[in-house]
């Protein structure tokens, strides 16, 4: 069974950081591309940074420079390192596996709560 | 990117069809046969209902089905059930590995 636990949310000052982890099971990890997406608090989904197998990574154009994505294959992990945070970076944080196919997000883990607020 | 248009709600009894619609431009929907469509519960993690426009994974019911035309993509509930009574949201590959997703659709079975 696909499981995805993300972890690392919390409170946060704005300037402040945070690393998130998202800890992957029940599949070859290695061979799949992972990405993160957020959810403000009443609000829409919104696509944050993905990373591919190659570790090739992209983002969004709010979180260029700031966020960072990274994985470990051999602990079965996804990261996203967050620098200068915003109040707008307030969100519910979400791993999520690209499918086979690349373009669509197949399993999701149950998100991780970041607030940014002084 | 901006986000995707879904109107923000829609409503249908049990056993009716609707459709929810997602509006995008030529550099998304329009240009990629790539919209994928999530529902989510309240409190609960988003659930892949269509992927590529029009494929349902294993699992999904076939009264959930997709189609595209131009830059809208919709979706489509048949024979509505209690349980289908969600927050729908579409999503399309924008190019350059960027994904850009709707507002989401809240639907009411009354």
């Known amino acids: 069974e696909v499981q995805l636990v993300e972890s690392g949310g919390g409170l946060v000052q704005p300037g402040g950081s945070l690393r998130l982890s998202c800890a992957a099971s029940?599949?070859?990890?290695?061979?799949?591309?992972m990405h993160w997406v957020r959810q403000a608090p009443g609000k829409g989904l919104e696509w944050v940074s993905g990373i591919g197998t190659g570790n090739d990574a992209y983002y969004l154009g709010s979180v260029k420079g700031r966020f960072t994505i990274s994985r470990e294959n051999a602990k079965n992990s996804l990261y996203l390192q967050m620098n200068s945070l915003r109040a707008g970076d307030t969100a519910v944080y979400y791993c999520?596996?690209?499918?086979?196919?690349?373009?669509?997000?197949?399993?999701w883990g149950q998100g991780t709560l970041v607030t940014v607020s002084s | 990117q901006s986000a995707l248009t879904q109107s923000a709600s829609v409503s249908g009894s049990p056993g009716q069809s609707i459709t929810i619609s997602c509006t995008g431009t030529s550099s998304d929907i329009g240009s990629y046969n790539l919209v994928s469509w999530y529902q989510q519960h309240p409190g609960k993690a988003p659930k892949l209902m269509i992927f590529?426009?029009?494929k349902r994974p294993s699992g999904i019911s076939n009264r959930f089905s997709g189609s595209k035309s131009g830059n809208t993509a919709s979706l489509t509930i048949s024979g509505l059930q209690a349980e289908d009574e969600a927050d729908y949201y579409c999503?399309?590959?924008?190019?350059?590995?960027?994904?850009?997703f709707g507002g989401g659709t809240k639907l009411t079975v009354l």
């Open positions: 029940g599949f070859t990890f290695s061979a799949y591309d």
């Open positions: 590529e426009g029009s």
């Open positions: 999520a596996r690209a499918s086979g196919t690349y373009y669509e997000f197949d399993y």
């Open positions: 999503c399309s590959f924008a190019g350059s590995s960027t994904w850009v």
